[in-house]
């Protein structure tokens, strides 16, 4: 891969998950890379083949990232709790997960992409299914339970983009740990 394609897929993904799929556009990349947007379009057919390779990118980097942080922890908080802090630390940067970015255009979306997506969420529902796996004494069936926490980290972190203070966040992070069974 050419290294002005990399530096462009790494602004489109910053714009993206500080702003929304609208600064991604090949106009605004090309001002940002300082280049014309037919440079852009040079390194990639399309709009919806670069937003789905993004989003593919993301969910590659994502669970090679939580994998790392998981490596050797058995305990289900302590696995939810190492989740939690990709989305504190997202907040911190003032970043949304890329999976919102794309759920709040969908309309703006090829199949391609809206299945990227489904593919992410399914994911990492699955991810957190799987850690709920040796939990006991669950308040609902765990692919439930994954679908709520998914939803409640997702939602918080776009809730907590209008504050300085992750409190969304922290009150999901603090039900997580009323799970007694975990």
Wanted: net charge negative; charged share 25%; proline share 3%.
């Amino acid at each position: 891969m050419s290294e002005t394609r990399t530096h462009l897929k790494a602004l489109a993904t910053d714009q993206i998950r500080h702003a929304n799929l609208a600064a991604a556009s090949f106009r605004e990349l090309g001002k940002a890379a300082g280049i014309k947007s037919s440079s852009v379009h040079y390194h990639f057919q399309s709009r919806d083949k670069l937003l789905t390779e993004l989003l593919q990118d993301y969910d590659t980097d994502f669970f090679d990232r939580l994998d790392l942080m998981t490596e050797g922890m058995t305990k289900p908080r302590q696995r939810l709790l190492a989740l939690f802090s990709i989305f504190e630390d997202s907040h911190k940067h003032q970043l949304q997960c890329m999976s919102l970015a794309y759920a709040a255009s969908q309309h703006e979306l090829s199949p391609a992409s809206l299945e990227a997506v489904d593919h992410f969420l399914s994911r990492l529902e699955e991810w957190v299914t799987d850690t709920l796996a040796n939990a006991r004494l669950l308040p609902m069936p765990r692919e439930q339970l994954a679908r709520v926490l998914v939803s409640s980290l997702e939602g918080s972190l776009l809730f907590d983009r209008l504050h300085s203070e992750p409190r969304h966040l922290q009150a999901t992070k603090d039900w997580i740990c009323t799970l007694s069974s975990l």
